[in-house]
């Protein structure tokens, strides 16, 4: 099956995404196909490029680049949600007149039409909040 | 309850307005969805009927309310307003109080309204 | 077939009551983070409506320390079996 997660918790605030990060490899382990994560909501701050946790904690960033690295899965993070909370790539930073950028690849700023898109065409969406 | 319409997507809203985002952010979705063709239908639950009372205003600094939001749903096609009735009645809130024509649903209907949908999002 | 998916505690926060009130008679209810409390036998009767298709998460029980202390009625399942109740219901809906 084609799966679909929705990350709504901001990361190290809320278990929401180390339980997104476990339901994601039991998913691959059953031998599902995890297309796509969304972030929204708080969930956006998972992409926070310069993420530096303690290193006796799990690094999400890295758990979430590792997905996409390992099984392709993509990192669509919600542009309206996350310019609000000031993730912006390359791209938005320069159109903002901002210094500097807090979001990359593999994360890709998206609309929210994508999330629609995604229930649409995934077999499964499973929502992780805070 | 059987006039629940058959829909694409249910967006559950059962946060008020200005305490956080999850209304804002949920009525995005929906109007996003609708602007896609979906069929969205929206059920409000405990808290998120207080999305639909009447007269309300900015939050501090000019923080928006979500009013326009609601206006603007019929322009979306989306007319399906489904609204947990004892959520008003413990709130002691008339359908007169309300800014927009809704459809009360309890019991069973509430569940159904979630069967009758292909996908959910819950905010 | 839903399966609902509670995170918050029966004890702590009211949204159990909007998830029972949404849940069809064939729907699943699994509990995960802070809500696998409401598998305690003395928490248990806030579920009794769903008794049976009440599961909780095992990883989430024994991060709190309450693997063992679930009262017998409640199915626990571990995050592979979280999985397989994602695949056996139509869709899911999270509560928080």
């Known amino acids: ?130 | 309850m059987n006039d629940i319409p058959e829909g694409d997507l249910l967006v559950i809203l059962r946060h008020g307005p200005h305490g956080n985002s999850w209304l804002r952010e949920g009525l995005d979705a929906a109007l996003v969805a609708a602007a896609f063709g979906q069929r969205v239908s929206l059920l409000f639950l405990g808290e998120g009927v207080m999305a639909l009372l009447k007269d309300q205003q900015e939050g501090p600094l000019g923080q928006k309310g979500t009013q326009p939001m609601l206006e603007m749903l019929g322009m979306y096609d989306i007319e399906t307003l489904l609204v947990d009735r004892r959520a008003l009645s413990e709130r002691g809130i008339e359908v007169d109080d309300l800014c927009v024509s809704v459809s009360l649903v309890e019991g069973e209907a509430i569940a159904g309204a979630l069967a009758h949908h292909r996908q959910i999002l819950n905010f | 077939m839903i399966l609902h998916i509670l995170n918050r505690s029966p004890s702590a926060s009211r949204v159990f009551q909007q998830t029972l009130d949404a849940m069809g008679p064939e729907d699943r209810l699994l509990l995960i983070e802070d809500a696998v409390q409401g598998a305690l036998p003395q928490l248990v009767r806030y579920f009794e409506p769903v008794i049976g298709r009440l599961f909780a998460l095992r990883e989430d029980l024994a991060s709190r320390g309450l693997d063992g202390r679930c009262d017998s009625r409640v199915m626990v399942v571990d995050v592979d079996g979280f999985v397989t109740l994602t695949e056996e219901a139509d869709k899911t809906v999270s509560w928080f």
């Open chain 1, 1 to 130: 099956m084609r799966y679909a997660l929705l990350v709504q918790g901001g990361p190290y605030s809320h278990q929401a995404s180390h339980s997104a990060l476990r339901f994601a490899e039991a998913v691959l382990a059953r031998g599902h196909h995890l297309a796509t994560v969304f972030f929204y909501h708080d969930g956006v701050y998972n992409a926070a490029r310069l993420s530096a946790p303690p290193q006796d904690e799990p690094h999400l960033l890295d758990a979430w680049r590792r997905l996409h690295e390992d099984h392709g899965t993509e990192l669509l993070v919600c542009i309206a949600a996350g310019l609000r909370r000031g993730l912006l790539d390359e791209r938005e930073a320069a159109r903002h007149g901002k210094q500097g950028h807090s979001l990359e690849a593999p994360f890709e700023l998206t609309g929210l039409g994508q999330l629609i898109e995604v229930g649409r065409s995934h077999d499964r969406l499973v929502t992780f909040s805070p």
